[in-house]
């Protein structure tokens, strides 16, 4: 009986450890996109006004105005 | 009940024969665009004196007139030159929030036969009517305000024909951030904007440049991130999409396919990307040029970053604001296409 628990929680261990390392992965997987974005942003240098989405140098992007020299964030 | 299972099978038959027939004319796939022309040799550039440009302008002819509008200029936005020797006359329209400047300059509207050009405002949501002549010899000229717009579906770039008639790609904001895109009738003498009646259903997120051609009845839109391209009646009904070799229906802004359009005499014109402009410097490069059927004629490599061009019928030449060595330059077309 005790062999079986302790196989039990041998398994339940090593599931969990994946799991977690599973999700750690994801996790570094969004930031890196994330950072992505900002850097792409800075290299595109953002427009200071339009923080939500509108970038320098493009056919035109809506930030509460039409801009038609901005751009819109990649999507 | 024989009879009933043989006539609903004809007419199956028959349903199925008249859709492929419909879109066996209307659609159109090229699959390789590779009749490449080689013209940088041919561009020669425009010496500008007097003024000083940004990176970001548009082009326009009217009458005997080449103007450039600098949108990110800080002082007057609006420069006239001659469009035969490029000679720079005079500048005109203020940037600013006073009661005849601009706050956020959009499209000029051309009206050849009226002398007058129309310049949009998106700060002030108006449209400012300035007469050519005036501009030309009163350098303290101020113009009228045309008509105000509705910030809730407004004309951005567009052709102007007459006050009751100019078409053009509109902007429907969905909030404070995000738009949609539409071609559209407008009247300026009424405010009144009418919808195009064909979109291509599978893209939802349209971006578009558009050009039109009163005399043939037709415009064009060309979409900035698929690979396609739309011929379409003044009525709004389809006649063409012509689908390039890089089409899908994907959903981003990712890669950049085509730019600014323009009818040059019985052709169209537009330019060409077809790479990521996102975290890379690319723009582009080369012209695709099609018949008004939008059958594939050549693709014209220029060899310099095009920022922007207009098309002049007299002289039958591509004026081209470029991103490259020179800022300005010009193409003969005789000879070419």
Redesign the interface.
């Known amino acids: 009986m005790k062999k079986r628990l302790l196989s039990i929680a041998f398994v339940s261990a090593i599931a969990v450890t994946a799991g977690w390392n599973f999700a750690q992965s994801e996790n570094k997987g969004n930031l890196s996109d994330l950072a ?1 974005t900002n ?2 942003a800075l ?2 240098s953002e427009n200071p006004m ?1 923080s ?3 970038l320098d ?1 493009g ?2 992007c ?8 901005y751009k ?1 964030a ?2 | 009940m024989k009879f009933i299972s043989k006539f609903l099978s004809l007419l199956l038959l028959v349903t199925i024969f008249s859709c492929t027939n419909k879109d066996n004319k209307s659609e159109k796939f090229q699959n390789r665009r590779n009749k490449i022309v080689n013209v940088r040799d041919k561009v020669k550039g425009i010496q500008v004196e007097n003024v000083i440009f940004s990176g970001k302008t548009r082009l326009y002819i009217i009458n005997d007139y080449l103007i450039i509008s600098d949108l990110k200029a800080v002082d007057k936005i609006i420069h006239l030159f001659n469009k035969n020797d490029f000679k720079y006359l005079t500048s005109t329209c203020y940037v600013g929030q006073g009661p005849d400047e601009i706050t956020i300059m959009g499209c000029i509207g051309l009206d050849e036969k009226n002398r007058k050009f129309y310049v949009t405002d998106h700060g002030k949501n108006q449209v400012f009517s300035y007469a050519l002549d005036s501009v030309l010899i009163n350098p303290f000229y101020t113009p009228e305000v045309k008509l105000k717009l509705n910030p809730k579906q407004f004309m951005d770039k567009y052709q102007y024909f007459n006050d009751t008639l100019s078409i053009g790609r509109i902007i429907e904001p969905t909030g404070n951030q995000g738009f949609k895109q539409k071609t559209a009738k407008w009247n300026m003498k009424t405010g009144e904007i009418v919808h195009m009646k064909y979109e291509h259903s599978p893209i939802n997120k349209k971006r578009i440049n558009v050009a039109a051609n009163e005399k043939e009845g037709l415009y064009v839109e060309c979409y900035s991130y698929n690979d396609l391209i739309t011929i379409c009646d003044f009525n709004g009904n389809l006649l063409y999409n012509i689908y390039g070799p890089s089409w899908n229906e994907s959903e981003t802004n990712k890669t950049q396919y085509f730019g600014e359009v323009a009818f040059c005499g019985n052709k169209i014109i537009t330019s060409y990307l077809g790479k990521d402009t996102f975290g890379k410097y690319n723009q582009a490069t080369e012209f695709i040029v099609l018949d008004l059927k939008g059958d594939y004629l050549m693709t014209l490599n220029i060899g310099y970053n095009i920022e922007g061009f207009c098309y002049d019928k007299e002289n039958n030449r591509i004026i081209m604001s470029l991103n490259d060595d020179i800022q300005f330059g010009y193409i003969d077309l005789d000879g070419i296409i």
């Open positions: 992505m850097v792409e290299a595109a339009c939500n989405g509108c140098n056919n035109g809506f930030c509460n105005y039409w801009f038609p020299t819109e990649q999507w």
